[in-house]
């Protein structure tokens, strides 16, 4: 499989509707960054990677119903994670409201949200768009 950075296309924000995960802040910039997969063309996989120095923030991970359960979401949680140590990040967070399981999976474990870094409370997703019901997760990298 092979995942690839992305640009912020139409493509990218139906895919996270369709997901129902937030798409207000969508946009590439110099800490945020989306990587995708395709089969066919089409993509079947993508997550967003939001560093800050050593913390830093896996969002947006959405894989299609019709391409679930065949080790996509995994290969593109362990990409960024690589990415991630490769540029110094020490400690990686997410929120989540419906995937705590599949992240558990993965050796991510709940924290009080209090405890985030201050980078990490300051992400709009974080402060502004994932409701306060959402789920903090870290994993040391
Ligand atoms: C969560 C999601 C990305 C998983 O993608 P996927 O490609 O189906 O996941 P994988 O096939 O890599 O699954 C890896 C393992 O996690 C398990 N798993 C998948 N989704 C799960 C869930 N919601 N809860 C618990 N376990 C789950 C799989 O059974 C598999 O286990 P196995 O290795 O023992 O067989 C996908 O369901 C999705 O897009 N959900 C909607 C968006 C979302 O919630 N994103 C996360 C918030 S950022």
Do not use: N, W
């Amino acid at each position: 499989m092979e995942i690839a950075q992305i640009p912020p296309s139409p493509e990218l924000l139906e895919l996270l509707s369709d997901c129902d995960l937030p798409v207000a802040d969508i946009a590439v910039s110099d800490t945020l960054r989306f990587y995708g997969c395709r089969s066919d063309g089409l993509l079947t996989g993508v997550v967003g990677l939001e560093s800050h120095g050593s913390v830093a923030l896996l969002r947006s991970l959405a894989v299609p119903r019709s391409s679930r359960g065949a080790g996509i979401g995994r290969a593109l949680v362990r990409f960024v994670e690589q990415r991630a140590r490769s540029r110094g990040v020490r400690t990686m967070f997410l929120l989540t409201e419906t995937a705590d399981g599949f992240f558990a999976l993965l050796g991510y474990q709940p924290i009080p949200r209090e405890q985030a870094p201050p980078a990490i409370a300051a992400t709009t997703q974080f402060s502004v768009l994932c409701p306060a019901s959402s789920r903090l997760l870290s994993k040391p990298l």
